[in-house]
C-alpha cells in the first residue's frame, strides 16, 4: 500500500497523485447540508414507525441511510491517498467517537428504556459491535447499526485503496460496480437467508450495503475524470432527480414490494429493497456531488448550521424521540396523523437544540483535542462529513 493516505482535513479522502487532487474542489458545502436533509429524513421514518401511521412513503424514509453511505464514500474516496495510514485513523476517531461515546454513555445512564440493558447490549454498543451478537440492539441506540456498517467501511477503506489503487480509473470503475452488484445477492447466501428470531440478523452486516457506498465511489471517480458539458447538463435539473428519488420511494414503499415495518424480508424481497436504496442514494447524491453549486437552498446559513450538527442529530434523535411521547402525553403507536405531526416538531426542535450542544461542547472540542489541535489557532473546520 502506498505510504500516503490521504485524508482532506481528516475527514475526506481519495487516490489520485497530487496534482490531481488539487483539481477537484476541497470543500462543497452543499454536501454538508444534504447530509442534514438525510438526519431529518431519518427521523420522519422514526416517527411514522412509533406513531403508527401505517404511511409505507414515510416509512421508506430509510433510505436516507444509503444517501448517508454514499456521501461518506464520496467523500472519502475522493481525496484518499492524501495521509498518512496512521493520520487517516486517527482523523475518523477524531472526528466519530467523541459524540458517539457522549451519546452511548447518556442514553445508557439516563434514559429509563434503557435501564434494562443486557451485559451484551452494553458492552457491543460501546464497542459498536452490536449488529454481530444477538439482541445487540439496545433502547435509544437501535438506529446506531447503520454506524456499525459505516464503522466497517472506514476500516476496509485503505485495503481497498491498496486493492484498486493500481489498477487504471475504467478497471477501478468496473471493480467497484461489480462488486455492489454483487453484494446484491448477500440475502441468498445460506447462512444469512436462514435466520431464526433468536439469531444475529447477518442480512443487515456491512456486505450488504456494497452498492450503497459504491454509488459514492463511482461518483468521486467520475469527479477525479471530469464531468463533460453534457452530463453537466443532464444533472442540473435537480428537480428532476429529487422527483425521481420521490418515485422510488413510492414504489419502494408498495406492499408488493416488500414488506412494510420491521418484518424481516426475504431475499429477494431485501435484493429489492437493497438495489431501490442504491438508486435513491444516486438520485440524491451524484447531481449534487458531480454538479456543486456556489448558491442554493443547501448552501443558506440555516442548512450549513444543521450539516454540521448533523452527526449529532442522527446520534441523538431516537433517544429524544422516545422521550417526546411522555411529554406530549402522545401514545405509542396511536396512528393518528396529528399525532405524528406533534410528535415529530417536538423530536425536531429537541434534537436540532441538542445536537447544536453536543457539536460545540462535544464533537468539534473533542476532535480537536484528539487531533492535538488548539481552537485559537485553527478556524472552525469546514468539512462536517463523516
Known amino acids: 500500500?502506498?505510504?500516503?493516505?490521504?485524508?482532506?482535513?481528516?475527514?475526506?479522502?481519495?487516490?489520485?497523485?497530487?496534482?490531481?487532487?488539487?483539481?477537484?474542489?476541497?470543500?462543497?458545502?452543499?454536501?454538508?447540508?444534504?447530509?442534514?436533509?438525510?438526519?431529518?429524513g431519518i427521523i420522519v421514518t422514526h416517527v411514522s414507525f412509533q406513531t403508527g401511521t401505517g404511511w409505507g412513503f414515510a416509512g421508506r424514509f430509510d433510505y436516507f441511510v444509503a444517501v448517508f453511505f454514499a456521501l461518506s464514500a464520496f467523500l472519502l474516496w475522493r481525496r484518499r491517498g492524501l495521509h498518512t495510514l496512521s493520520g487517516y485513523a486517527r482523523s475518523r476517531v477524531a472526528r466519530l467517537l467523541p459524540a458517539y461515546y457522549a451519546c452511548v454513555v447518556a442514553v445508557m445512564l439516563l434514559l429509563p428504556d434503557a435501564h434494562?440493558?443486557?451485559?451484551?447490549?452494553?458492552?457491543?454498543n460501546l464497542t459498536s459491535t452490536q449488529i454481530y451478537?444477538?439482541?445487540?440492539?439496545?433502547?435509544?441506540?437501535?438506529?446506531?447499526?447503520?454506524?456499525?456498517?459505516?464503522?466497517?467501511?472506514?476500516?476496509?477503506?485503505?485495503?481497498?485503496?491498496?486493492?484498486?489503487?493500481?489498477?487504471?480509473?475504467?478497471?477501478?470503475?468496473?471493480?467497484?460496480?461489480?462488486?455492489?452488484?454483487?453484494?446484491?445477492?448477500w440475502g441468498f447466501v445460506p447462512f444469512v437467508a436462514d435466520y431464526a428470531k433468536d439469531q444475529v440478523n447477518s442480512q443487515i452486516w456491512p456486505p450488504a450495503?456494497?452498492?450503497?457506498?459504491?454509488?459514492?465511489?463511482?461518483?468521486?471517480?467520475?469527479?477525479?475524470?471530469?464531468?463533460?458539458?453534457?452530463?453537466?447538463?443532464?444533472?442540473?435539473?435537480?428537480?428532476?432527480?429529487?422527483?425521481?428519488?420521490?418515485?422510488?420511494?413510492?414504489?419502494?414503499?408498495?406492499?408488493?414490494?416488500?414488506p412494510q415495518g420491521l418484518i424481516h424480508p426475504e431475499p429477494?424481497?431485501?435484493?429489492?429493497?437493497?438495489?431501490?436504496?442504491?438508486?435513491?442514494?444516486?438520485?440524491?447524491?451524484?447531481?449534487?456531488?458531480?454538479?456543486?453549486?456556489d448558491k442554493s437552498w443547501l448552501t443558506s446559513p440555516l442548512m450549513?448550521?444543521?450539516?454540521?450538527?448533523?452527526?449529532?442529530?442522527?446520534?441523538?434523535?431516537?433517544?429524544?424521540?422516545?422521550?417526546?411521547?411522555?411529554?406530549t402525553g402522545v401514545p405509542l403507536f396511536s396512528g393518528k396523523p396529528l399525532d405524528f405531526w406533534v410528535i415529530l416538531a417536538v423530536t425536531v426542535a429537541a434534537t436540532v437544540?441538542?445536537?447544536?450542544?453536543?457539536?460545540?461542547?462535544?464533537?468539534?472540542?473533542?476532535?480537536?483535542?484528539?487531533?492535538g489541535r488548539k481552537r485559537k489557532d485553527r478556524p472552525r473546520p469546514r468539512h462536517t462529513s463523516s
Open 1 to 40: 500500500m502506498s505510504n500516503q493516505f490521504q485524508v482532506d482535513s481528516g475527514l475526506g479522502a481519495s487516490v489520485q497523485p497530487q496534482a490531481s487532487v488539487k483539481s477537484v474542489p476541497q470543500h462543497l458545502p452543499e454536501l454538508d447540508s444534504l447530509r442534514a436533509v438525510a438526519s431529518l
Open 116 to 124: 434494562s440493558l443486557t451485559l451484551t447490549q452494553l458492552f457491543s
Open 133 to 185: 451478537v444477538v439482541d445487540g440492539l439496545a433502547p435509544g441506540l437501535t438506529h446506531l447499526w447503520s454506524l456499525c456498517v459505516e464503522f466497517f467501511f472506514y476500516l476496509a477503506l485503505p485495503l481497498l485503496v491498496w486493492l484498486l489503487g493500481a489498477l487504471p480509473r475504467r478497471w477501478r470503475i468496473a471493480v467497484i460496480v461489480l462488486g455492489g452488484v454483487v453484494s446484491w445477492a
Open 209 to 258: 450495503y456494497a452498492s450503497w457506498f459504491a454509488v459514492g465511489m463511482v461518483a468521486a471517480e467520475c469527479e477525479e475524470a471530469g464531468i463533460g458539458r453534457r452530463v453537466q447538463r443532464v444533472l442540473q435539473p435537480r428537480w428532476a432527480w429529487w422527483l425521481a428519488a420521490v418515485a422510488v420511494l413510492w414504489v419502494a414503499s408498495r406492499e408488493w414490494f416488500g
Open 268 to 293: 429477494a424481497e431485501f435484493s429489492r429493497r437493497i438495489i431501490a436504496g442504491a438508486a435513491f442514494a444516486a438520485c440524491v447524491v451524484v447531481p449534487v456531488a458531480l454538479a456543486p453549486r
Open 304 to 327: 450549513q448550521a444543521l450539516g454540521a450538527w448533523s452527526y449529532s442529530i442522527f446520534l441523538w434523535h431516537v433517544a429524544i424521540l422516545g422521550l417526546a411521547f411522555p411529554l
Open 353 to 371: 437544540v441538542v445536537s447544536a450542544a453536543s457539536y460545540t461542547l462535544i464533537e468539534r472540542p473533542g476532535r480537536h483535542l484528539l487531533l
